[in-house]
């Protein structure tokens, strides 16, 4: 089967299709969540909490996107994979390109790192390299010393105006997608809007072009601090596989994530 290409991606947001992204860690859900049309999935450095059961993302290692990479291209030829540069893997640009090849060999369509303004000259020697590059802001796990804590970002009208600023920035350095964590949802259908690349949210409200979220979150699997934004598509009595599809319906409807779940 054909894998899903970023030109397919780029159209789904010029037709305003709205399209359902999830985190998937291993082979078994990989086939699961492939098999029931998830178009992408990331496999994302939650891992360190969701799998190794840390208390943030920072001990993850290349070396385990590395073999969480391959076990989840085993369950999919079809899926477009991304996978998360774990904490201080791209903190120069050699460093960035050394451990972008093995993601890469492992079986990921592109990479994500976390940042704005400092990322440039390193996504711009990514993308000159052909390398598909996406970008993450807002609420970025792998500051969360410095931001804090795991809370909403963007509220502020300077802090709303620096991320308008590194969205522009970070797309014009090269990157071909862009996460928006945590953010207002005006805010993010303002970035949304004014960027030509596909933007994926996750509580950042129901105007991104796709969205995305830790399997674990919805499938009810979580049993820690659940996000405002995570739906449970499990209640109800769902099997997982409805639950899969239910959660495609409603993002492809515009109905998750509505105001419940958004800030
Ligand atoms: O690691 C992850 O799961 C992520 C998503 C929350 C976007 O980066
Ligand atoms: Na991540």
Redesign the pocket.
């Known amino acids: 089967m054909e894998c899903i290409t970023i030109s397919q991606i780029n159209n789904w947001k010029k037709n305003k299709n709205k399209f359902a992204a999830i985190?998937a860690y291993d082979f078994s859900f990989s086939k699961l969540f492939s098999n029931q049309g998830i178009p992408i999935m990331?496999i994302?450095?939650?891992l360190g909490m969701t799998i190794q059961g840390h208390a943030s993302?920072i001990p993850v290692t290349i070396q385990d996107i590395e073999y969480h990479t391959k076990a989840v291209r085993k369950g999919t030829s079809k899926s477009f994979l991304l996978s998360?540069l774990p904490f201080m893997s791209y903190y120069n640009t050699k460093e960035a390109l050394k451990n972008t090849a093995k993601i890469i060999q492992s079986g990921a369509n592109m990479i994500?790192i976390e940042g704005g303004k400092w990322l440039i000259e390193i996504i711009k020697e990514l993308s000159s390299r052909l390398i598909l590059v996406c970008g993450?802001i807002g609420l970025t796990p792998q500051s969360f010393n410095y931001l804090s804590g795991y809370k909403i970002q963007g509220k502020e009208q300077k802090d709303e105006n620096q991320l308008i600023d590194e969205a522009f920035l970070l797309e014009e350095a090269g990157i071909k997608m862009l996460?928006l964590?945590c953010i207002p949802e005006q805010l993010a259908k303002k970035i949304t809007k004014n960027l030509s690349i596909p933007v994926i949210g996750?509580g950042a409200g129901k105007y991104t072009d796709g969205q995305?979220l830790?399997m674990q979150d919805l499938l009810g699997i979580n049993q820690g601090k659940i996000p405002k934004f995570a739906k449970n598509f499990m209640s109800e009595g769902r099997s997982i596989t409805q639950a899969i599809q239910q959660y495609i319906n409603e993002v492809k409807t515009g109905m998750y994530p509505n105001k419940k779940y958004s800030f």
């Open positions: 985190t990331l994302g450095d939650s993302t998360d994500k993450h996460v964590e996750i995305i830790v």
